[in-house]
């Protein structure tokens, strides 16, 4: 069965470090591209950065040069480590598998000035 468990959120001040992890489990993990995202109450859900099935990535314009997305295979684990954090990273954040569409179960980032 498909399962995305997530880890790693927290509260952290403005300029500070987080590193998110989505670890998999149910299906063939090196096969499928991720992705994160974000979402803030009274706004859409926000693609935050993709990782293809060979290590290719995408970042939105609001995080790139601040925010690295990455896998290990042999973990079946995906990362979002996040840098220079700003009050509005503040979300919460959810990894993604490609073509299944399955979805962790998110964890909030909470930045403070």
């Known amino acids: 069965q498909l399962q995305l468990v997530q880890s790693g959120g927290g509260s952290v001040q403005s300029g500070g470090s987080l590193r998110l992890t989505c670890a998999a489990s149910?299906?063939?993990?090196?096969?499928?591209?991720m992705r994160w995202y974000r979402q803030v109450p009274g706004r859409g859900r926000e693609q935050v950065a993709e990782?293809?099935?060979?290590?290719?990535?995408t970042y939105a314009e609001a995080v790139k040069g601040r925010f690295t997305i990455s896998r290990d295979n042999a973990k079946r684990e995906l990362y979002l480590e996040m840098n220079n954090l700003k009050f509005e990273d503040t979300a919460v954040y959810y990894c993604?598998?490609?073509?299944?569409?399955?979805w962790g179960q998110g964890t909030q980032v909470t930045v403070s000035s």
């Open positions: 149910g299906y063939a993990f090196s096969k499928l591209g």
């Open positions: 993604y598998v490609n073509d299944l569409k399955g």
């Open positions: 990782i293809s099935a060979l290590g290719a990535t």
